[in-house]
């Protein structure tokens, strides 16, 4: 069931999404090589609580962190660990949120570590349009069909994989509330967009193909398929007559 909040309730939500845009910035501007994941997670926790909130992930189906660390190849899910040591070359995505009065927020962005190759800074730039090509498309008597298509389209133009295993989702008192929302679809198919719903739409985007193996032992991190390098950027956003009002945002 899809749930429809109110503009009070999506202005409770705008303070969760508040306090997860700037955790994830700040988090972001710590990444370089050297830094281990965990010591990132910590940094994240610290502030999610200095904020007022409470870590969205910490706990989770019992994740053990307040970020998702997912380095190169992993996709997401990667679990903080002091044995992972940025190197300069390397990918990180970042997806964190935190929970204000029982509101969710959630966001995710990939960051380079130092100087990257340049297929990789595509894979950066592209996943990131794609996410915005996503939003532009998530618009009141729309549907759901719409934004995979956009976010597919722009994808695939680059000859990028798009991620079929994981996808976005609705957010609100959980973080994650019906609806799926896919980052490929038919265009004009699927559930019409109201407003009051809010979404977290979230392209997964590989730079070979869109299969993904795992997980494994760990129980989380997911990894592509052939091992090629794999970018993730997200927004939490309210859709509303004038179009989509994003939510994390500071
Ligand atoms: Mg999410």
Redesign the pocket.
């Known amino acids: 069931m899809i749930h429809i909040k109110t503009p009070e309730q999506i202005e409770a939500m705008r303070v969760a999404g508040r306090i997860s845009a700037k955790v994830l910035r700040k988090t972001g501007e710590l990444v370089r090589p050297g830094i281990t994941t965990l010591e990132l997670d910590r940094f994240a926790e610290n502030l999610i609580r200095l904020e007022g909130a409470r870590p969205a992930f910490l706990g989770y189906g019992g994740f053990k962190g307040s970020i998702c660390a997912s380095i190169n190849d992993q996709i997401v899910h990667g679990v903080p660990s002091n044995e992972v040591v940025l190197t300069e070359g390397d990918i990180i995505s970042i997806?964190t949120?935190g929970v204000m009065e029982g509101w969710y927020g959630?966001?995710?962005a990939t960051f380079a570590v130092g100087e990257i190759d340049a297929q990789t800074a595509k894979l950066l730039e592209v996943t990131e349009q794609a996410l915005w090509a996503g939003i532009e498309a998530a618009l009141v008597g729309a549907r759901l069909g719409d934004i995979g298509h956009a976010v597919q389209s722009v994808a695939e133009a680059a000859g990028f994989g798009v991620v079929r295993e994981y996808v976005?989702?609705g957010?609100g008192r959980e973080?994650?509330e019906d609806p799926i929302v896919p980052n490929f679809g038919r265009k004009g198919s699927g559930a019409k967009l109201k407003a009051g719903m809010v979404l977290?739409i979230?392209p997964m985007i590989n730079a070979g193909s869109y299969k993904t193996k795992g997980p494994f032992d760990d129980g989380w991190i997911v990894y592509t398929a052939d091992g090629s390098r794999s970018a993730h950027f997200?927004k939490?956003l309210a859709l509303t007559a004038d179009g989509p009002d994003i939510l994390t945002r500071e």
Do not use: K, Q, R
């Open positions: 997806d949120g959630d966001n995710a976005g989702h957010i973080m994650h977290a979230e997200e939490t």
